[in-house]
């Protein structure tokens, strides 16, 4: 595989909208470069008996199951509430009248 030229280097920051110097070119290169080199390395690795995989082991599922269990009614939950209204917590207003959302 040929290496990243500074050209594509320079055309995928702006791409990206990223500003890099010239300096940063030169780096960002060689950087990219051995990351692609990896990548190639990976490939050449794979056998044609290996099936493709997702993942290196095998996932299960971690969730518990929904279970309906008693919880409070609206009225024990806004008990200990300062203020209510229409079983909803009522909270002082913070903004005022003409601020726009």
């Known amino acids: 595989m040929a290496a990243i030229s500074r050209e594509e280097v320079a055309h995928l920051a702006r791409l990206s909208r990223l500003a890099v110097?010239?300096?940063?070119?030169?780096?960002?290169?060689?950087?990219?470069?051995?990351?692609?080199q990896?990548?190639?390395?990976?490939?050449?690795?794979?056998?044609?008996?290996?099936?493709?995989?997702?993942?290196s082991v095998p996932?299960?599922?971690?969730?518990?199951e929904?279970?309906?269990?008693?919880?409070?009614?609206?009225?024990?939950?806004?008990?200990?509430?300062?203020d209510a209204e229409e079983q909803r917590f009522r909270v002082p207003r913070i903004l005022d009248e003409d601020v726009a959302s």
């Open 21 to 36: 110097t010239e300096e940063e070119l030169d780096t960002f290169a060689g950087q990219l470069d051995v990351i692609l």
């Open 59 to 64: 996932l299960t599922n971690v969730l518990r």
């Open 38 to 55: 990896s990548v190639a390395q990976v490939g050449e690795v794979a056998a044609a008996d290996i099936p493709p995989t997702s993942h």
């Open 66 to 82: 929904d279970v309906v269990t008693p919880c409070l009614t609206p009225e024990e939950a806004l008990s200990g509430a300062p």
